[in-house]
């Protein structure tokens, strides 16, 4: 997808901290971090975001939260993560390529 800043961090246009990647999706660190550990979970297929999930985009996203899950145990914050996706304006959502936020490393704070 031409000016998506994630399809372009894919194809290496843009460079990014790559923390995991296979077939199906990749994970790299948010350039703004909000907690000691803090990526994005991506699928190469460009999907705008979660209300575009259809049939075909099931399993993966049950691939990428098999990857969060293992990535917790691998990387070492298995004892607490959250895992979040902005849809829309009104959820604050500024790329607009499906993307899982994984943060950790902290006590998270209640939100709203
Ligand atoms: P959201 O606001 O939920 O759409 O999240 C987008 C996230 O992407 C934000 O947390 C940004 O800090 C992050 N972000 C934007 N551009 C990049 C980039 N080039 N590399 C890594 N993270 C990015
Ligand atoms: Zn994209």
Redesign the pocket.
């Known amino acids: 997808m031409d000016n998506c800043?994630f399809c372009m961090?894919l194809n290496g246009e843009?460079p990014?901290e790559k923390v995991y990647e296979d077939e199906l999706c990749v994970a790299?660190?948010?350039?703004?971090p909000?907690a000691p550990t803090h990526f994005?979970v991506i699928p190469r297929t460009h999907v705008s975001g979660a209300s575009e999930i259809g049939p075909e985009m099931e399993p993966v996203v049950g691939h990428i939260f098999g990857v969060i899950a293992k990535l917790a145990k691998e990387l070492g914050f298995a004892d607490g993560y959250r895992v979040?996706?902005?849809c829309g304006a009104d959820?604050?959502?500024?790329?607009p390529h499906l993307?899982f936020?994984v943060l950790a490393g902290k006590q998270l704070g209640s939100f709203n």
């Open positions: 800043i961090i843009i990014s790299f660190k948010d350039i703004e909000l994005l979040v996706t902005n959820a604050g959502q500024t790329v993307h936020h």
